[in-house]
């Protein structure tokens, strides 16, 4: 094959790979606009604000549970690994209140029907958890754990209770 003709194939493949590109990009837009369009067009008058958490405050406040809480478990293991064991109690205790804020997290997100219920439930495990923690406040990530236990119980008792 000569130079000419393959410089033309060459053209002829990007012209080739652009257009079927394009087709692609516009194929996909099309397919949003429909079901954007059947999707609205399926439910008249649909309230998306009832899609938002009715609760963001203890919403916040759970997951700075959740955050701080992972933080403490991490301190904890590390300690583990350097032979102490003194944090051992506190882990366990930041290890309930986690898998119990997860869930209510949960809950709060979805605006579950048991939000209430399962608030009371949460508040004794940040209580406990507090406790535990304030043991080690000499520690940042168990003095900031503890304190984030203590927002979450304030912000169920004023947005709950």
Known sequence: ??????????????????GRRKMLLGMGAVAAAAYAGAASAAMPGHDHSKH????????????????TGQRCIAHCLVSFQEGD???????????????????????????SDYVKE?????????????????????HIECKACADACAELIDQIKLRIS
């Open 85 to 111: 064991v003194e944090l051992a109690k506190c882990a366990a205790k930041v290890h309930e209140m986690r898998a119990i804020c997860d869930a209510f997290s949960y809950l709060l997100a979805s605006n």
């Open 1 to 18: 094959m000569s130079e000419i003709d393959s410089s033309t194939t060459d053209k002829q493949k990007i012209t080739h790979d652009e």
């Open 118 to 138: 399962y608030a009371g439930v949460c508040a004794t495990a940040c209580k406990d958890c507090e406790k535990e923690c304030l043991k080690h406040k000499e």
């Open 52 to 67: 938002a958490a009715q609760l963001p405050d203890v919403l916040d406040a759970t997951n700075d549970c959740l955050d």
